[in-house]
């Protein structure tokens, strides 16, 4: 069970970045896929969330409208597009899979199923 995330990247404000996350060892259309990220000083923050099957996606307030999720079952590969980046942006970007169907919406570890490696992105000017 293995989950890979696209390299991140230094971005100055208001540039825009697209993460993958790549499965394997699972079956990918049956899980819900979810974003989590680290915030620089504080702990496990969620962003967004994608059912499977039914594609329904979840944000936090803070990215809606502007990091749409999508996922892709053929290629067993999900994304994140990230808009309009800002400095409270900046953080290491978790990909993970639920154990079900469902989004997960969690900042506990234990609550999924794998998690990614994580992958840097830093808004800076």
């Known amino acids: 069970v293995q989950l890979v995330e696209s390299v991140g990247g230094l971005v100055q404000p208001g540039a825009s970045l697209r993460l993958s996350c790549a499965a394997s060892?699972?079956?990918?259309?049956?899980?819900?896929m979810n974003w989590v990220r680290q915030v620089p000083g504080k702990g496990l923050e969620w962003v967004s969330s994608?059912?499977?099957?039914?594609?329904?996606?979840y944000y936090q307030d803070s990215v809606k409208g502007r990091f749409p999720i999508s996922r892709d079952n053929a290629k067993n590969t999900m994304y994140m597009q990230m808009n309009n980046l800002q400095p409270e942006g900046t953080a290491v970007y978790f990909c993970?899979?639920?154990?079900?169907?469902?989004?997960?919406?969690?900042?506990?570890?234990?609550?999924?199923?794998?998690w990614g490696q994580g992958t840097q992105v830093t808004v800076t000017s």
């Open positions: 060892g699972f079956t990918f259309a049956n899980s819900g």
């Open positions: 993970a899979a639920s154990f079900g169907s469902d989004a997960a919406t969690s900042t506990k570890k234990e609550n999924y199923k794998c």
């Open positions: 994608i059912r499977s099957i039914t594609f329904t996606t």
